[in-house]
């Protein structure tokens, strides 16, 4: 479920604020993408629309061939499964454990749960919580919230992996460690876009980067060469 494309898609908002322009894009499963350009390039927007959270207002976005702009309700819920998402601001539940903030979108869709303990554990030992699986969000450092955040994107284990400015709010090497995850989760096959305006650790990860100007791509190259 991890192939995306966007064909000619537009969004304009009521204002008449062009957010996105005629964007043509395609994404492979498996790959791993950078969006970056300047505050209000369109990089939120563009991830919101693949979250299926606003449509477009002219377009098409494909997901393995199906156009999720016009599924049923049901089938959204679907897609939604597939889908993980990572934030600056990570919204953590403060009275909650680490496990429990984790459980949370697996004890939504109703697991079993022998199956969300087994889960749960092995999203925590991914990003390296597991021995902090009791504490509270409060005990951590901000470079770990960040990583229980990622944990409960993770652990439903979805085919698209979109992250907002994951890295906002770290200092250069803890945002270097919360790369190299997203890139762990690449080599199983999840497609991951990332929204960052951070140039020096975009260039230094040798992936797909993809500048917004204006609602419109304006460079599209990998590791330098367009």
Do not use: W
């Amino acid at each position: 479920m991890g192939h995306i494309e966007f064909h000619q898609v537009t969004k304009r908002f009521d204002n008449g604020h062009e957010a996105l322009k005629d964007i043509s894009v395609e994404f492979d499963e498996g790959s791993m993408t950078f969006l970056t350009g300047h505050s209000g390039a369109g990089k939120s927007t563009f991830l919101k629309l693949l979250m299926c959270l606003d449509q477009p207002s002219r377009g098409q976005i494909l997901v393995n061939g199906v156009n999720v702009t016009q599924i049923s309700p049901r089938r959204l819920a679907y897609y939604r499964q597939n889908l993980g998402a990572v934030y600056q601001d990570h919204h953590l539940l403060a009275h909650r454990t680490v496990f429990d903030n984790v459980a949370l979108p697996l004890r939504v869709s109703g697991m079993r749960e022998k199956d969300i303990v087994r889960r749960v554990r092995a999203a925590l030992s991914r990003v390296g919580l597991l021995p902090k699986e009791q504490l509270f969000p409060g005990h951590l450092s901000t470079g770990e919230q960040q990583r229980v955040g990622i944990a409960r994107a993770v652990v439903p284990r979805p085919k698209i992996l979109l992250a907002d400015e994951p890295t906002g709010n770290l200092d250069p090497e803890l945002s270097q460690d919360i790369m190299h995850l997203f890139e762990q989760f690449k080599q199983v096959g999840t497609t991951v876009i990332i929204a960052s305006h951070d140039h020096d650790l975009i260039e230094s990860m040798n992936s797909r980067i993809i500048e917004l100007g204006n609602g419109s791509i304006v460079g599209d190259r990998i590791d330098g060469h367009v």
